[in-house]
């Protein structure tokens, strides 16, 4: 099992990127009333699992510059 401060770091860090990653992703919301499907909930899970990837390089690349 991770270690708790771990786990918490990494969620930190995950919370920190997300505003980076949401822009990033360049996903829209969906319409008041009306759903994803499941397809449609995977791909866009894919595109912020990649993005979210962009988003932390471009963060440690900033820091070690």
Known sequence: MPDPQE???NYKEFLDLLPLTL?????PESER???FT?????????TLKHAY???RQAARDAINR
């Not at 822009?23 to 996903?27: I, P, S």
């Not at 499941?38 to 894919?46: G, L, V």
Request: charged share 30%.
């Open 23 to 27: 822009a990033l992703a360049g996903l």
């Open 7 to 9: 786990l918490q770091r």
């Open 33 to 35: 009333g009306k759903y």
């Open 53 to 55: 990837k962009a988003a």
């Open 38 to 46: 499941e397809e449609q909930i995977e791909a866009r899970t894919f």
